[in-house]
């Protein structure tokens, strides 16, 4: 069986990315997302293994002297950070992985993965932008403010990203991101189909 491949999925806040990437993982087989490991505070509705993996401000320094991460970054205030081992294993293993992360990061780990793919998802109007930052109501004027300037510090970046999905229609952004997978897992060589051809061809 062939290595999975890693797809690294990029948006400003507010781009939608994390319903799409949810939407992908219900209906796709033999892909995964990878869980973040973070300092930052959870979420109510949040669990532990599951939306991230939870520790604090000094375990998270010591897996980075452990070079346990493929990479990290301090968002916000907060250690954000990717298990190189769990990522390796996974793929090794024929499966997909999802990776959400920044541009940072995503430079990051580009240099270390150079099959990986990468996927910049882009809101269809910085209105649009504006309108879903503020929806969450969960946060003040001034760190919306911030927020919009985040995104637009991210969105310059979409140049760097193998695909880019404009998520204006969710159905059709969600079906364009599913395409982008189909057609990698397509590729050759085609991933776990070797004794299939090897029986086609003999």
Avoid at 181 to 198: D, N, W
Wanted: glycine content about 8%; charged content about 25%; aromatic content about 8%.
């Amino acid at each position: 069986m062939g290595n999975g491949t890693l797809f690294i999925i990029s948006a400003p806040s507010g781009a939608g990315k994390t319903s799409l990437v949810n939407e992908i993982l219900g209906r796709m087989e033999n892909i995964q997302a990878s869980i973040s490991h973070t300092t930052r505070d959870r979420r109510p509705g949040e669990q532990d293994g599951i939306n991230y993996h939870f520790v604090d401000h000094d375990s998270f320094l010591s897996m980075i002297g452990e070079n346990a991460f493929l990479e990290h970054a301090q968002v916000f205030g907060n250690y954000y950070g990717t298990s190189e081992q769990w990522v390796r294993a996974t793929l090794a293993a024929g499966t997909d992985v999802i990776l959400e992360i920044d541009w940072q990061g995503a430079e990051q780990v580009r240099r270390k993965f150079n099959e990986s793919k990468s996927i910049f998802i882009l809101p269809p109007s910085k209105k649009a932008l504006r309108e879903r930052l503020n929806g969450r109501g969960q946060d003040d004027a001034d760190v919306i403010a911030k927020r919009i300037a985040a995104a637009t510090e991210e969105m310059s970046h979409y140049v760097e990203a193998d695909y880019l999905v404009i998520n204006d229609d969710f159905e059709v952004a969600s079906s364009e991101l599913d395409a982008i997978i189909t057609a990698m897992r397509c590729q050759q060589p085609v991933q776990g189909v070797e004794k299939l051809l090897l029986d086609l061809l003999s």
